[in-house]
Nanobody, 117 residues
Framework: QVQLVESGGGLVQAGGSLRLSCAAS????????MSWYRQAPGKQRELVAG???????NYGDSVKDRFTISKDNAKNWVWLQMNSLKPEDTAVYYC???????????WGQGTQVTVSS
């Protein structure tokens, strides 16, 4: 079992920045990829950014060059630095890890990000 706790969401004006944090605990030794997803009202959950155990990153097209994902393996933290925020970035952001050979999904409870125009 892996427990994920997100923090750092809130309300920000367009053009502003926020930094999301996610702390993993439990059976963290089996974690492969750590990622951030988001889900806006009436829309499907989508990948925002991911980072592998080796540090390789990938980003959703809509956030490239604005968001940066990073992690601390030793402390099992992952962060999402979000710059130049837009109203369309408004969503609940979820921390996700893929665990073990079967890449089982664990999810955090989500943190709300609201960007006002």
């Amino acid at each position: 079992q892996v427990q994920l706790v997100e923090s750092g969401g809130g309300l920000v004006q367009a053009g502003g920045s926020l930094r999301l944090s996610c702390a993993a605990s439990g059976s963290t030794v089996g974690i492969n990829t750590m990622s951030w997803y988001r889900q806006a009202p009436g829309k499907q959950r989508e990948l925002v950014a991911g980072i592998t155990s080796g540090g390789r990153t990938n980003y959703g097209d809509s956030v490239k060059d604005r968001f940066t994902i990073s992690k601390d393996n030793a402390k099992n933290w992952v962060w999402l630095q979000m710059n130049s925020l837009k109203p369309e970035d408004t969503a609940v952001y979820y921390c996700n890890v893929k665990w073990g050979a079967a890449r089982y999904d664990y999810w955090g409870q989500g943190t709300q990000v609201t960007v006002s125009s």
